[in-house]
């Protein structure tokens, strides 16, 4: 084949000209795009943007509704963090998930604490009738 920017020969299949630099965008050699995939559901462009750590919430969680499945959650906001770093998004949004996962928990536990509390509270009212114990 030859270089359609300086038209010197070039070895077929060369991703670029050795006697210029051009890139050939419609180069033959074989890539991973390859049309006819089975379904593609998406999990090709992976965009770059790194989802949330929620770790924030995830603190706030630990401070203020259960402290085991907080801590769980804030494992997995700093996991978040370090997979971004290592460019594995994939493994990034698994942990972000489960971060968010781990916080509604926490505050569903939280949520039912209180009102748990608040029957226990009723019911020695009325069962205790003012009697101090
Ligand atoms: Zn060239």
Redesign the pocket.
Known sequence: MF?P??N?Q?PNGAPY?E??G?QFKASPAPKKRSSGGGGGGGGGSRGGAAPPSYLVLSILATMFCCLPTGIIAIINSAKVGGAVASGDYNAARDASGAAMKWCVISFVLCALQIIFSMIMIAMKAEAGGGAGV
């Open positions: 270089c920017n300086c010197s070039v000209c006697k210029c051009v």
